[in-house]
């Protein structure tokens, strides 16, 4: 070791977190996105204090530009810089990444986009990305940093070698989520989040992640970082972390962000146990599968203080349920959505339409059910076919070019030769826009009105707007067959 890599040794090692994400640059933010700090990069945060390291870190979301890393970078002098990244951040990322270095510090991506594509970003300037699981790899990284050694051969890395993308062997994931420390919020202006709710919904909302991973195989479903693999905290860990949201920040209404909550089903049981037992009177949300929300579970649920549950629907044709793996069948659906209905909790219903193999008809069969059962809120998008998933394997020759998109119009873009134009799907989705509209009318104006513009909406789509859009691409393409 050098002389001049023991002298840095002498203090800890200085990490700079990153969320690159500015939400006035987000157009859907404003939609639908709601605002919370990266829990990513804030569980990092505490992983690295609780290993000695020193950790600062500049949170864009309410900023306007990255100006404010600079500042940092100058007064805190970081070792190691770490980006989280998203594609809809990428640019913004990279932007950091060069910073970073012009101020002589090391650039480190992490997260779902870097994870699927790091070549990209270590060609963009970026000297290390970590895909998969952040904790043990950037305290390697910063330690060998700060003393001076070549970072190559750290598990769980990558760097670039003579402009080849050169990786570490695998890195093991953590064996046990309840020894993670509880997020390190102090990061993060958290007044700035939960004041923003308080004004906008009354509450107090803070996120919360029990587990990582999930076991299921959709096959559009992009999971670069935990792939397939499942571990929760125990419920006991869980309602630690409620109770400290609620004494450090008077948090009352708390957002499960696991990518399926309440996978096992003592699990939820034990939770459901101790929310009452503690008596903690938190409102919450979560993302669900239907075939897990049983309706005597979804009562307990409702009675613990579940507000509102996000479900993956997707389409209204079992036949598309089947040829997406969703694992599903349509009558759960329906019995779930009868049950949330039943129980007075809010729905919002993700749905997807041109994925390979669907025709006119099971489009028609997704708006039925949805007509059925009105959930209060939805997202309709247009599948996207992600790099790493069967989806993308399936259509990858027939891949238009376009770029995804980074910014804006997410999910109103078709980025294949599916079986019909993009603008009958653009069409389809306004079909749903009145739907729920006519569905939030009725009770409001006479049936009678309500019926009679859905009926004049679907005779227009039949006659006109179908046999014109479907026309556009190819003459013989008006069939219901699908062409991929
Ligand atoms: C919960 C969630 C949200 C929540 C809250 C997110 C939050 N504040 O924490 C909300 C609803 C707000 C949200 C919003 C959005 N989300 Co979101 N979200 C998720 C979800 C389901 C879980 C995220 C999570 O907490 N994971 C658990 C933590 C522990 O993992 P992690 O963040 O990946 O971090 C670990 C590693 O990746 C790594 N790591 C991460 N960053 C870094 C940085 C460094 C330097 C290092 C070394 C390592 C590292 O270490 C971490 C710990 O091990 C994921 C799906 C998923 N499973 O990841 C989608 C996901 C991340 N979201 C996604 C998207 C697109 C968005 C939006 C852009 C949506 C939009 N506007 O249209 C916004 C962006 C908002 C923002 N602030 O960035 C995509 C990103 C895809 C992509 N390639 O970009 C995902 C992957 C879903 C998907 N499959 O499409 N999201
Ligand atoms: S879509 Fe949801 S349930 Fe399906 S594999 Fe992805 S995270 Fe799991």
Redesign the pocket.
Known sequence: MTDASAATLARAPRVL?VDP?VARD?P??RK??????????L??GAYLRDHGLEVAMVDL?FERDARAVVARLRSFRPDVV???T????RDRAIEIAQMARREGAFA??????A??RPADYLAAGFDAV?PG???G??VDLARRVASGEDPSGIAGLAVRREGRLVRGPARPFLPDLDALPLPAWDLVDMEAYLGRWQRSSGERRA?V?TS?GCPFDCSW???P??GRTFRQQSPERVVAELRALQERYRVDYVRF?D?VFGISRPWIDRLLHLLEEERLHLAWECLARVDLLKPDLLHRMRAAGLARVYVGVESGSQKMLDLMNRGTRLAKVERTAEALRREGIRQFWFLMLGYPGETLEDIEATLRLFRRFSPEEYSVSIAVPVPGTRFHDAVRDRLTGRRRPTRGS?GRTLLYEAAYPETLYRWEQARFGLESALGRARGRISPRVVERIGHVADRFHEKVATPLLTGERASGRRSTKPAG
């Open positions: 977190l994400y987000d859907m933010e639908f996105v709601e605002l919370y700090p990266s829990l990513g990069l569980t990092l979301t770490g980006v989280h998203k594609t809809l951040t480190v991506a992490g997260g779902p986009d994870a699927t970590a699981e952040g904790e790899v950037l996120a992640l990582r479903c992009s999971k970082t935990f962000c990518d997410g």
